[in-house]
Each structure stands twice: as C-alpha cells, then as structure tokens.
C-alpha cells in the first residue's frame, strides 16, 4: 500500500522543482552566508545528509520540517524580512553548522550546505581516476599543462591563495592557486625579480621533498618582471 502524499512534502517537491538553488560551501573561514527570499518560503537542505534540528529565532522566521525529505522550509517574519538572522542547523552526522541568511528580493530558492568533507571524498574519487587513467609521467605533465590553462582535470579543486613565501631578497613569491586532486596536488607561484640585476631561474631550485615535478614559464627575469611557477606535489592536502 502507498504511502499518501502530505501536503507539506507535495509543496516541498512543488518548490524544489521550480526554484533555483543555492550551494553554500561549510568547513571553510568565518561563518557562512545565503541569501533568502525575503516574502517567500525557502527550502534549507544537507547535500549527502538530512537536517534533523534548526534553531532559529521565532521573531525572525517560521520553520516546517520534514521528516521523509530531511528538508525544512523557512520563511522569514518580522524583521528576518529586512536584517540578517542566523540559523543553526545540525544534520543526522551529529554536525552543526551555523548560516547567516540575507533577506533579498528574490523568489524562494532551496539553499543546500555543502560540507567541504563530503565534497572532498567525492570529487577526490574522480581526481583519482583521471591520474589512473594515464601513464604516471604523462599525468604529471598534463597536469601541468592543465594548471598553466587554467583547466581543472577532472575532480580536482582549485583554492585562490595570496601567501607570501620566503625565497631570497632579490624576490617575491606567492603562492597563488593550489590544485587539490587525489594523490596529487599542484601549486602555482609567481615570483617576481625585484632586483636591479638580471636573474636566472633552475627548476631543481625549487624541488624539496615531495614534489614530483617542476616547469617555469620565464626562466630568466629582467628586474621587475615576473613568472609563474608551477609544482606537481605528491599527496592532496585538502586545506
């Protein structure tokens, strides 16, 4: 015998096929943020995960949840129409994670947390498989190659970086982007000659233990001009 249909998940479904969505990544710096349509319900889900408490003050929104779906949807009241609110949420991992939701003229979207770990196993399987999928040392250049287009090989993440990295005095460098795979990562540095004197640069300069290979775009800097860098590095450290 079929189980009926509630109302409530009727209008869950409803709502999950016409609006938009928004992916908010977790597990990263500071507290995340997502807007919220201001005069219309909202769908609050965890990818890979079901929402099993909320806390929310009542001044600021209403909360309906579902225990089929693990969604909740929320609407904002009062002033949550017109000031941010936040809202924790804790999901059936025993993870709780706090949201601040921005009140915006827009339609209801369903706004979906993202944990960077759940991300991570998956997209680190199929970085995985694209390093298997070739010769060892094919793969090493073409990751490379990949990081000097810009490309992303399959399953990879690329994280902006701006962090200084000692060298020498006649330089600067920054890491740039790191490349996070499956067993490999990659790095992208730009180095800079601030001398007055011409400099030439040497990949094995800038081998240390763990990295597999090394490629310079200009390996020879007249003063002020710079390059990029780019390493291959053994092991994915998911910052």
Known sequence: ??????????????????????????????????????????????????????????????????????QVILQPVGLGKTQPFSVIVKDDHGRVHTVVLRPARIPGET???????????????????????????????????????????EGYEAVPMRRAVPLWEESEMHLVTRYLGGYLSGEVYRLRNVSEAEMRLAEREFYREGVLAVAITRPVLQPGEETEIYLVVEGATHE
């Open 1 to 70: 015998m079929m189980r009926p249909l509630s109302l409530f998940l009727l209008l869950l479904v409803v709502m999950t096929e016409a609006t938009a969505s928004q992916r908010i990544r977790l597990d990263g710096e500071g507290t995340p943020t997502a807007r919220i349509a201001a005069g219309e319900p909202s769908i609050l889900s965890v990818e890979g995960g079901r929402i099993t408490k909320v806390w929310v003050s009542a001044a600021k929104a209403t909360v309906k949840a579902d225990e089929d779906s693990g």
């Open 111 to 153: 706004i979906v947390l993202v944990s960077r770990r759940q991300r991570d196993m998956r997209a680190r399987r199929r970085a995985i498989d694209w390093e298997a999928s070739q010769p060892y040392e094919r793969t090493l250049v073409e990751l490379i190659r990949r990081m000097a287009l810009g490309r992303l090989p």
